[in-house]
């Protein structure tokens, strides 16, 4: 027999790896949240983070104080004008988390095998010595033989920057560990996170509401991101503490899922959350290593399943400081889009990392890679059998709005909302293309004062996969009568063909109430 007849079907044709890749608007589908910071809060570096493709800006509470973060804020809205990209906001809490309290700032060297104390008198100075830590009941959490990690912005990872202690004796209040590597602690903050651990600190702590009350407030964030979620009860009490602050109400929280305890009570976390962050950096101390992959792919499958957003953070921590990611970084974050992730988030990458618009560049054009082969028809298939049958209404008008796209090969879906919710739906299905979601304001009063809402619903589509949003002039209610809805499809149409996403002679699947039905419809344009 002939070695000819054993010629493969290929999946994806190998000459077809080195053809270039085409450019589009939209850099990719999957979204990118960039954390913001001394290296990335400048106007222009901020501009050229929302061109490479950041949609949503994320601010680390763990870091600075209000003051410096109202500053990038501003910068922030600066960029959004110049640019005209629409960025959302994400406020993330510090949570129960542990830090070492280094006042002095300076570098602290630590030797492998010696000993060094952790004690919660937070006036002692920090040294090789003695870690002075802002939490009361370590000594009461751990036990000999447990297992602490400390490192500038989490555990890195890199074996010279953060440190693996073991807890050799408890004294008193104090824990006196044996250094198991050695490693130079720099920087006024380091974060100790203790393996499978419980830590009895809140996961709202006071600290983190008093900012939410005042910077979140003022500024009207799109996204908590509530860190070390650990229950469902968490969420539940971050949202009545959201409830009562004006427009927060509308403030979506995302819960990060960072240890075992989260991991454990993960379904009726998903169930209360508007979406999940799984924080890899942590989530990797507290699971054996082999398992990381196992949590990622269960976890964004029941997320997408659920139709609500997942992040996955922690993927390129080498672009920190170089310009290429490594190899299996790459396959990573490729890996995490074909998963069925939403959103890349970085985190030192671009908040003190050297290169932070190219690191976002990079990323984008890896996940545009992998959503070329992401097996569409295979998830259509799985999502449509675990809905099941009877269908709700919107899901079937959302379902068939996406395969009707495919069928046809449309251009984009246009889909009108007033909530957001039909848009979101449209994107759970993952369609190959881009969602424009014409977000129509609604007119609400309290008695005081008239006011339009749906920048909130726009900006919050900014990080569910292939949702790109339009705010609608208020003028066009969204369920009316044909005439004012054809116009703005026509804003819609225009603004998909000077993006370049709609050429003459494409289909577009538009999505839409007209009455009380919703109505699904295939338009082909003219020249």
Known sequence: MHSTHLLLEEPIRMASILEPSKASFFPAMTKIVGTLGPKSRSIEVISGCLKAGMSVARFDFSWHDPEYHQETLENLKAAVKLTKKLCAVMLDTVGAEMQVVNKSEKAISLEADGTVVLTPDKGQEASSELLPINFDGLSKAVKKGDTIFIGQYLFT???????????????????????????????????????????????????DKEVISTWGVQNKIDFLSLSYTRHAEDVRQA????????????????????????????????????????????????????????????????????????????????????????????????????????????????????????????????????EKVFNQDMYFKKTVKYVGEPMTHLESI??????????????????????????????????????????????????????????????????????????????????????????????????????????????????????????????????
């Open 157 to 207: 990872g890199s074996e010279t920057t953060s440190v693996w202690l073991e807890v050799s004796e408890v004294k008193g209040d104090d824990v006196v560990c044996v250094i198991k590597n050695s490693a130079t602690l720099a920087g006024s903050l380091f974060t100790l996170h203790g393996s499978q651990i419980r830590i009895g600190l809140p996961t709202l702590t006071d600290k």
């Open 239 to 370: 949202r009545e503490f959201l409830s009562k602050l004006g427009d927060l109400y509308q403030t979506q929280i995302f819960a990060k899922i960072e240890n075992i305890e989260g991991l454990n009570h993960f379904d009726e976390i998903l169930q209360e959350a508007d979406g999940i962050i799984l924080s890899r950096g942590n989530l990797g101390i507290d699971l054996p290593p082999e398992k990381v992959f196992l949590f990622q792919k269960a976890a964004l499958y029941k997320c997408n399943m659920a139709g609500k957003p997942a992040v996955v953070t922690r993927v390129v921590d080498s672009m920190t400081d170089n310009l290429r990611p490594t190899r299996a970084e790459a396959t990573d974050v490729a890996n995490a889009v074909l998963d069925g992730s939403d959103a890349i988030l970085l985190g030192a990458e671009t908040l003190r990392g050297l290169y932070p618009v190219e690191t976002i560049s990079t990323v984008g054009k890896i996940c545009a890679e992998a």
């Open 398 to 527: 959302a379902s068939s709005a996406v395969r009707a796209a495919i069928k046809v090969k449309a251009s984009v879906i246009i889909c009108f909302t007033s909530s957001g919710r039909a848009a979101r739906l449209i994107a759970k299905y993952r369609p190959t293309m881009p969602v424009l979601s014409v977000v129509i304001p609604r007119l609400k009063t309290n008695q005081l004062k008239w006011s339009f809402s749906g920048a909130f619903e726009a900006r919050q589509s900014l990080i569910v996969r292939g949702l790109f949003p339009m705010l609608a002039d208020p003028r066009h209610p969204a369920e009316s009568t044909s005439a004012s809805n054809e116009s703005v499809l026509k804003v819609a149409l225009d603004h998909g063909k000077a993006a370049g996403v709609i050429k003459s002679h494409d289909r577009v699947v538009v999505c839409q109430k007209v009455g009380d039905a919703s109505v699904v419809k295939i338009i082909e344009l003219e020249d």
